[in-house]
């Protein structure tokens, strides 16, 4: 069987769709239902089915398209040995949201020119979703992201996630409003129910946490503005116009005050992530080594305001 129809069958199980897989493999739908079809009958079982317009993975195709995920890793990593100097050439790309990048992955560029001056990195500032359509495209090889407790990413098997470092987030009000510092998380909420709130404009992840807890407290928030920058949060929570979710340490505008959210807590957990069959790569593995022991070594320690 032929690797490029393995990943075609990989490439469906993980995007749902014909067209979808076309647009990523840069082939047409045709093409991509033709090589299924003869990737069935190689394998002497049916892979997909009808689904309304659409189509899904038989248990058979499920099954397969597991196997093929092990498969193209091992002839990735072979790919690798064999060839060492082959792209990318001691340069790793990698794609992260900005405090993974300025507080975790910047310190590690002048230990790394010391230590490895053959080994190059090529910086992107992109959020989660961002990145990760980077590293299923090829076009980076380490993606740092974030996900939050209440609002966990979906589970990818193509890739590997490490674990770098968690960190518990408050929600910025206003310095002047009155609320109990032993109010719970429910009630700190539910006396915002009438207030606009504050979400980020590149990533759902904090809105989904929004308003999971608001739904706990019994209201539905109005969602009106976004921001990127946690500067700007704060800057438009100074302005009268809501509150928004700020990580606890921060430094606060004196305008903003931090509430603590004890109980369900909010947690941001941050992750190193890579295509399988790249892992033992020696730059990638080297960099993902050297960011766990940075979150293992300042856990606890709030970086510079930024998502």
């Known amino acids: ?103 975790h992955l910047l310190p590690l560029v002048t230990e790394l020119a010391r230590t490895h001056p053959r080994l190059h990195l090529l910086v992107r500032e992109h959020e989660p979703a961002e990145a990760l359509q980077l590293l299923a495209a090829d076009e980076t090889d380490l993606a740092l992201t974030y996900d939050y407790n209440l609002a966990p990413a979906d589970p990818d098997p193509t890739v590997h996630t490490t674990a770098l470092w968690t960190a518990p987030w408050g929600l910025g009000i206003p310095a002047h409003t009155e609320v109990p510092d032993t109010a719970g998380t429910l009630g700190v909420f539910a006396r915002f129910a009438a207030y606009d709130w504050i979400v980020n404009s590149r990533n759902t992840a904090d809105e989904t946490v929004i308003r999971t807890l608001a739904s706990m407290a019994g209201f539905t928030p109005r969602i009106t503005h976004q921001a990127d920058s946690l500067d700007l949060v704060q800057g438009m929570i100074t302005a009268g116009l809501g509150v928004g979710l700020l990580p606890i340490g921060t430094p606060t505008f004196p305008e903003v005050r931090l509430m603590p959210l004890t109980g369900p807590q909010v947690m941001l957990r941050a992750h190193a992530v890579a295509r399988h069959g790249r892992l033992t790569w020696p730059p990638l593995a080297l960099v993902t080594d050297l960011l766990a022991r940075r979150a293992a070594t300042t856990a606890g320690v709030i970086p510079a305001p930024a998502r």
């Open 1 to 103: 069987m032929e690797t490029r129809r393995l990943r075609l069958l990989v490439e469906l199980s993980r995007l749902g769709s014909m067209r979808a897989v076309a647009d990523v493999t840069g082939a047409t739908t045709s093409t991509v239902s033709q090589q299924l079809g003869v990737l069935a009958k190689e394998m002497g079982a049916a892979l997909i089915e009808p689904d309304g317009r659409r189509v899904r993975l038989t248990p058979a195709g499920r099954r397969l398209a597991e196997h093929a995920a092990v498969i193209l890793a091992a002839v990735e990593t072979a790919r690798l040995d064999l060839a060492p100097g082959a792209e990318p050439n001691g340069t790793l790309r990698v794609a992260g949201f900005a405090t993974a990048i300025r507080a």
